[in-house]
């Protein structure tokens, strides 16, 4: 199905590609998204191993999950879906492009742990920021350069505004 050429190109990516048919029978898996197979099934799959067999076949917990939903959604409604989501089964958040053909779906995804981790480290670091600046004893203020009150954290505002 795929010449050497697109083969290559499929096997120089970074990100985990795979393609099925629309019997959802795989048609091609690069080597990034075997070894992700590999960890997910258990067992030392060969390429051959999976090419022919249902991804339901080759990886059942999968099924009524958000992936086999979205990729459903995108075959079905013959639409790119685009989502990121957390798999239980391999412990790790991943960010999936789906793209649906006459042919069947062809899916790429990348593991983006790491950087979900780093956005909740943030989160968690504004919310301590905005807890201790609104619970300061003292009173606080961010203003523009123009001289324009940003935020005034309460003890500013009794301060200011209630007088001391």
Known sequence: MFDQFTQNILE?????FFAVDR???????????LNRVRELNGEELTRKDVLSRTAWEVVPEVVGTLFNEKYHEAVREQKTVD?????P???RWIEVHAYPSEEGLSVYS???TERKRAE???RESEERFRATFEQAAVGIAHTALDGRWLRINQAGRTTLFVGS
Request: glycine residues 0%; charged residues 40%; without cysteine.
């Open 12 to 16: 120089s990516i970074t990100d985990e």
């Open 23 to 33: 019997e959802w029978r795989f048609t091609y898996v690069n080597e990034r998204a």
């Open 83 to 87: 989502f990121e989501a957390y798999s």
């Open 89 to 91: 089964l391999s412990d």
């Open 110 to 112: 990348r593991d983006i």
């Open 120 to 122: 909740e480290e943030l």
